[in-house]
C-alpha cells in the first residue's frame, strides 16, 4: 500500500533510483541472497529438523501402537480414545488446569503488588536490592529447588510447618494428602516464577509516561482508584504477555511435581506433562504419549487465542 | 498569571503525597518481608548444608550453624562425581551458549537487514515455534537423535538447542534498533554485505548477543526434562540429574549432604546472576516490552 503511494506523491525518486542502481544491485543482491541463507541455514534447519519434523511425527505417531521392540502398528484413532477413558490422563488435564488458572493468577496478583509497590519513591539502592531479591530464585533449577522444598515442606520436621505451628496453626499433610499436594507444588511453582512477571510489570510501569499519572492526581484519583482506572489500562498489554507467557509455561509444569511428589499422592499431582513422560519413557507407550502430546498442543493453542481473542476487549494500546 | 498557574499545579500534588506520606516505611516494610520470604529457602539451604547431619532438623531453624561444618561437602564428592558432572553441565551450558549466540546473531542480522524470498514467511516460522512446547516434540526430537546415535550423548543434547526462536527474535530488534545509514555507509565505500556485517553491525551488536547467551546460560545450567530423557547412564549426567538422584539414593538421611550438593549446584548460576543480572534482567523484560 504504502509502495504504490510514494510514486504518486513524489515520482521523480523512484525513477531515478533503479538507473543509478541497476548494474550493481545484481551483484550485490546475488551476494545479500547468498549471505541470507548462509546466515539463516542453522536456524531454519534446526527448527525444521527438531521442530516442525516432530511436530508432524507426534501427530503421525499419535496414530500408532508403537513399544519401539516391534514395529509400528495401526492404530488410527485408537490412541486418543484411550486417551479419553484412561483416567489417569483425564485426570492429568485436569490437574494442569487447575494448577495453571491457580499458579497463573497467584503469580500475577503477587508480582503486580510487588511490581506497584517497588515502583513508588524510594532510594535507589534499595530498590535495586529488592528487584534483585524478587528475580533471584529464577535463575535457580526448579529441580533442585524442588528437592530443597521436599524437606521445607515435610510434614514434621518441616520449616512450613513449623511456622504454621508459630501462629498455631496444626501441621499440614504438604506432600503427603491428597488435599493439600497440590497447593505445595503450585506455592513451590508460583515462588520461583513470580519474579518473571515481576520484571515484566516494572518494565511495563517504567514505559508509562509520568505525565498521565500527574494528571491524573490533578483529577483527584488517588491510591486503588488510580490504579485500577490509570495504572491497569496502561498496563494492559504487559498484563498480556504475561499472562500468555505465564499460561503457556504453567501448562507445561513438570520438575516440580516430578521431584515434589511424583505425581502422587494417587494421582493429585500428576500434570499432562509429567504422563507424558510416563508413558513414553517409563511405559514405552509412543504412540498414546504422542496423543496426549498433540492434545496438550491443541489446548496451548486454543488457550492461548482464547486469550487474545478476551484481550480486544481489555487491553488498551497507547 | 503565570504565577498562578504554577501555583496551582504543584498543590494538588503534594497533597496526594501527604496522603501517602504514612504509606512509605510499612510499604518498604512489606516488601522487605517479601524479600525475606524469597530468599529464606535459599538462605535455609546454605545454612543447613554447613550444620552437621544431627543438627539438620533443628527447628527453629538456626541461620548460623552453632557448629560449622563442611563435612556435608566432602560427603557430596564422596557420593557422586561433582567433577564430571560439573563438567558436563558445564560443556553442554557453554556450547548451547555460544551456539545460540552465533546462530541468533546470524539469523537476526538477516530477518533485520537482508532482503531475501519468503522472508516474512520464515520469520513468522520461527515466531511460531517459540508456541510449541519442548514436551509435544520431545518423543520425535528423542527418535530423530537415536537415529544419528546421538541419544545417550553429551552432543544430543547440545545440537538440538542450538535455533532459538527467542533469541532469533531478540536480536533481530536489537539490529532493527540500529542505525541504517551506517551500513548504507559502509556499502558506498565499497564493503560487501559480509563487510558490513562483520565490522559494522556484529560489533555493535554485543550488548544484545549476551542477553542471549546469558539466557541460554541461565535455562540449560538449570535444564531437567531433556537431559532426564536422553541421558541414560550416570557419566552423561548433567548437575540437576545428579543431584535428583543423590536425593534419591539418600532418601531424607542425609539432608545436609543433599543441600550441599544443591548449593554446589547453585554457584555458577549465582555467579552467573551477579555478572548478567542486567542482561538477564533486560532479556526478561524486553519479552514483554517489544513484542
Not at chain 1, 131 to 141: C, D, H, I, K, M
Not at chain 2, 164 to 180: N, S, V
Not at chain 2, 256 to 283: N, Y
Request: charged residues 10%.
Amino acid at each position: 500500500m504504502t509502495n504504490t503511494q510514494i510514486p504518486a506523491v513524489r515520482p521523480s525518486r523512484p525513477a531515478a533510483a533503479p538507473v543509478t542502481g541497476a548494474a550493481q544491485p545484481s551483484v550485490r543482491d546475488r551476494g545479500t541472497r547468498l549471505l541470507a541463507t548462509l546466515f539463516l541455514a542453522p536456524t531454519i534447519v534446526g527448527i525444521v529438523v527438531f521442530t516442525v519434523v516432530p511436530i508432524v511425527g507426534s501427530v503421525v505417531l499419535s496414530l500408532f501402537h508403537w513399544n519401539v521392540i516391534d514395529s509400528p502398528s495401526w492404530a488410527g484413532t485408537a490412541n486418543y480414545r484411550e486417551v479419553f477413558t484412561d483416567s489417569t490422563v483425564l485426570v492429568s488435564f485436569r490437574n494442569t488446569l487447575v494448577f495453571m488458572v491457580l499458579a497463573v493468577a497467584l503469580q500475577l496478583l503477587i508480582a503486580l503488588v510487588l511490581a506497584l509497590a517497588v515502583n513508588r519513591r524510594m532510594p535507589m539502592w534499595l530498590r535495586s536490592v529488592f528487584r534483585s531479591a524478587f528475580f533471584f530464585p529464577l535463575v535457580l533449577s526448579a529441580a533442585s529447588i524442588s528437592v530443597v522444598m521436599k524437606y521445607l515442606f515435610n510434614q514434621d520436621f518441616g520449616v512450613v510447618n513449623w511456622v504454621l505451628g508459630q501462629v498455631g496453626i496444626a501441621p499440614v499433610p504438604w506432600l503427603t494428602s491428597e488435599n493439600s499436594a497440590m497447593a505445595a507444588v503450585i506455592l513451590v511453582y508460583v515462588w520461583q516464577q513470580f519474579g518473571f512477571s515481576f520484571l515484566l510489570f516494572v518494565g511495563g510501569l517504567n514505559n508509562i509516561p509520568k505525565e498521565i499519572h500527574e494528571a491524573a492526581s490533578l483529577d483527584g484519583a488517588t491510591g486503588l482508584r488510580k490504579h485500577l482506572h490509570v495504572t491497569l489500562p496502561l498496563l494492559s498489554p504487559t498484563l498480556l504477555v504475561a499472562t500468555v507467557v505465564g499460561v503457556i509455561n504453567a501448562l507445561q509444569v513438570f520438575e516440580q511435581p516430578y521431584v515434589l511428589t511424583n505425581g502422587g499422592p494417587g494421582d493429585s499431582t500428576r500434570t499432562v506433562v509429567m504422563v507424558i513422560y510416563e508413558s513414553a519413557f517409563e511405559q514405552l507407550r509412543f504412540g498414546e504419549a504422542s496423543a496426549v502430546g498433540v492434545l496438550l498442543f491443541v489446548l496451548i493453542m486454543a488457550v492461548t487465542a482464547l486469550q487474545f481473542r478476551l484481550s480486544r476487549r481489555f487491553v488498551h494500546y497507547q | 498569571m503565570s504565577q498562578a498557574t504554577l501555583k496551582t499545579s504543584p498543590a494538588p500534588l503534594s497533597i496526594s503525597r501527604a496522603r501517602h506520606s504514612l504509606a512509605p516505611w510499612a510499604r518498604i516494610a512489606g516488601l522487605a518481608a517479601c524479600a525475606l520470604l524469597t530468599l529464606g529457602p535459599v538462605i535455609w539451604t546454605v545454612s543447613t548444608s554447613l550444620r552437621t547431619p544431627a543438627e539438620s532438623f533443628d527447628l527453629p531453624p538456626k541461620i548460623i550453624p552453632t557448629h560449622p561444618t563442611a563435612e556435608s561437602y566432602r560427603g557430596v564428592f564422596d557420593q557422586i562425581d561433582v567433577w564430571l558432572l560439573a563438567l558436563n553441565s558445564t560443556l553442554v551450558t557453554a556450547l548451547i551458549a555460544v551456539g545460540q549466540m552465533v546462530t541468533a546473531g546470524l539469523a537476526g542480522y538477516a530477518f533485520a537487514r537482508l532482503d531475501f524470498r519468503f522472508k516474512k514467511s520464515l520469520f513468522a516460522l520461527v515466531l511460531a515455534t517459540m508456541m510449541v512446547p519442548l514436551q509435544v516434540t520431545i518423543v520425535p526430537v528423542f527418535l530423530v537423535l537415536k537415529s544419528l546415535s546421538l541419544t545417550d550423548t553429551l552432543l544430543g543434547l547440545i545440537i538440538p538447542a542450538f535455533p532459538t526462536a527467542f533469541g532469533t527474535f531478540l536480536m533481530r530488534q536489537y539490529f532493527l534498533g540500529m542505525p541504517k545509514d551506517l551500513g548504507e555507509a559502509a556499502m558506498l565505500d565499497g564493503a560487501g554485505p559480509w563487510r558490513t556485517f562483520r565490522s559494522v553491525y556484529a560489533p555493535l551488536a554485543t550488548p544484545g548477543l549476551a542477553i542471549v547467551g546469558v539466557l541460554a546460560f541461565n535455562y540449560h545450567w538449570n535444564e531437567f526434562f531433556r537431559p532426564l530423557i536422553l541421558e541414560t547412564s550416570g557419566q552423561n549426567y548433567t548437575l540437576p540429574l545428579g543431584l535428583v538422584s543423590l536425593q534419591g539414593n539418600l532418601g531424607t538421611g542425609s539432608i545436609s549432604v543433599v543441600l550441599a550438593g544443591v548449593v554446589l549446584s547453585m554457584i555458577p548460576a549465582v555467579a552467573v546472576f551477579l555478572v548478567g543480572q542486567r542482561p538477564l534482567r533486560e532479556g526478561i523484560t524486553s519479552a514483554g516490552v517489544n513484542r
